[in-house]
Antibody
Framework: QVQLQESGPGLVKPSETLSLTCGVS?????????WGWIRQPPGKGLEWIGS???????YYNPSLKSRVTISVDTSKNQFSLKLSSVTVADTAVYYC????????????????WGQGTLVTVSS | SYELTQPPSMSVSPGQTARVTCSGD??????AYWYQQKPGQAPILVIY???ERPSGIPERFSGSSSGTTVTLTITGVQAEDEADYYC???????????FGGGTRLTVL
């Protein structure tokens, strides 16, 4: 069974960089699929942040692209998110996820989700 | 930027049929997916490739597509189906993943 687990600070100061890691068990990241990050502000909807392939190919949400970096460490079977220059608007539950592509859809659907981790941006 | 549009909320009585719509210009060219999310939980996939149901999802959940609109149908709604439902797809360039704003389904 594929399992994903987010880890990282739950509190980040404004203007600093949010850093999260997603540990994957039950499947080797090198085996394929895209791996991504999705967030959900309190009481609001889901927002895709970006996804990465094990080769390092990345796709980012255009609205966040200038501040986002997603990287992968196949030796540790994990991938990471960095979001720079955060503001209170970046307060959200952050989910890591496995994406399963379809014909004509490179990233595709989310078939496995992490449990999510709340990151609060506050001084 | 590309958007998927869903009604914010809807309500149905137990046993009735709920139809949740999602509209987007790229939907004729890109698959749509549907997720169910209950409070405090991660979403779960209930429909993929517009109409397919993952294993373990009850048969009362179905999906359909017509032009720029996709629809999630729940036939014989049960109290446990009360949740937020999100559609997801991609833009025509297939590089940008987008979620609809979500529909809160209330079972009266």
């Amino acid at each position: 069974q594929v399992q994903l687990q987010e880890s990282g600070p739950g509190l980040v100061k404004p203007s600093e960089t949010l850093s999260l890691t997603c540990g994957v068990s039950g499947y080797s990241i090198s085996g394929g699929y895209y791996w991504g990050w999705i967030r959900q502000p309190p009481g609001k909807g889901l927002e895709w942040i970006g996804s990465i392939f094990h080769s390092g190919t990345t796709y980012y949400n255009p609205s966040l692209k200038s501040r986002v970096t997603i990287s992968v460490d196949t030796s540790k079977n994990q991938f990471s998110l960095k979001l720079s220059s955060v503001t209170v608007a970046d307060t959200a539950v952050y989910y890591c996820a496995r994406n399963q592509g379809d014909i004509g859809s490179t990233i595709g659907r989310v078939d496995y989700w992490g449990q999510g981790t709340l990151v609060t941006v506050s001084s | 930027s590309y958007e998927l549009t869903q009604p914010p909320s809807m309500s149905v009585s137990p046993g009735q049929t709920a139809r949740v719509t999602c509209s987007g210009d790229a939907l004729p060219k890109q698959y749509a997916y549907w997720y169910q999310q209950k409070p405090g939980q991660a979403p779960i996939l209930v429909i993929y490739q517009d109409t397919e149901r993952p294993s373990g999802i009850p048969e009362r959940f179905s999906g359909s597509s017509s032009g720029t609109t996709v629809t999630l149908t729940i036939t014989g709604v049960q109290a446990e189906d009360e949740a937020d439902y999100y559609c997801q797809s991609a833009d025509t360039s297939d590089t940008y993943v987008v979620f609809g704003g979500g529909t809160r389904l209330t079972v009266l």
